[in-house]
């Protein structure tokens, strides 16, 4: 019980990190604070880094004093450096906008092509959120954003197959297991992506987590 509920907390927190990047943002995360965040649940939140402004985000919609599809400003994570209305100040030319259209439309998924994609100057251009605000300034293009959405895909899934030979090879501690299995869900959709490898890493990583003492 006690493991679930770390999990359960850990998942909640990263939703609350990553609302930006979310389909539905807040309208759709915080659905699920309401669902999940139980009394347990919340006194584990407080433990947990930055868990304490969840907690007082959650009380919030409880009480009515903040509206389902938003979340007050004081308490955005990362002091609201990730939300839309900062992430677009970077405002594109017509030459690094062309730029940026083409590297999405020349997008290759696979290793090699993410590769470079991420070494391209205008990706770089926009520094280490390149995800969240790539997606904001091409979010009013249906096309780009069709395409877009491969990408993302295909960094997900190396990003997460990265991760899980991360974890299977060092020790693992209560609460890293907690968000291993808050993230469980992830693993399942991107590593089976690679095959065998993908799935024989899944069956490790399961194995890794069910087996700690």
């Known amino acids: 019980m006690q493991a679930k509920t770390r999990a359960t907390a850990q998942k909640l927190l990263n939703l609350y990190r990553q609302a930006h990047v979310i389909i539905g943002g807040w309208a759709t995360v915080n659905q699920v604070f309401i669902a999940e965040a139980n009394d347990t649940v919340i006194q584990e939140l407080n433990d947990l880094p930055t868990g304490k402004l969840l907690v ?5 919609l409880r009480d009515g004093k903040t509206q389902m599809d938003t979340i007050d400003r004081e308490l955005l ?14 405002n594109l030319t017509a030459t690094q906008w062309t730029q940026l259209e083409r590297a999405i439309n020349d997008f290759v998924p696979n290793e090699q092509g993410l590769e470079e994609f991420l070494a391209n ?3 770089k251009h926009f520094g280490e959120e390149w ?12 096309e780009m954003s069709e395409k877009w959405a491969v990408i993302k895909q295909t960094y997900n899934a190396y990003r ?24 469980m869900p992830e693993y399942e959709t991107y590593l089976p992506m690679f095959g065998a490898p993908g799935n024989d890493l899944l069956a490790k990583l399961r194995t890794f987590i069910s087996t700690m003492n």
């Open 160 to 183: 997460l197959w990265r991760s899980a030979n991360e974890i299977i090879s060092t020790p693992l501690t209560e609460r890293a297991r907690a968000s291993v299995q808050a993230d």
């Open 56 to 60: 007082r985000h959650i009380q919030n």
């Open 131 to 142: 995800v969240a605000s790539i997606q904001t300034v091409i979010k009013q293009h249906k």
């Open 77 to 90: 994570p990362y002091a609201g450096m990730m939300t839309d209305e900062q992430i677009p100040s970077v």
């Open 121 to 123: 100057d205008i990706v």
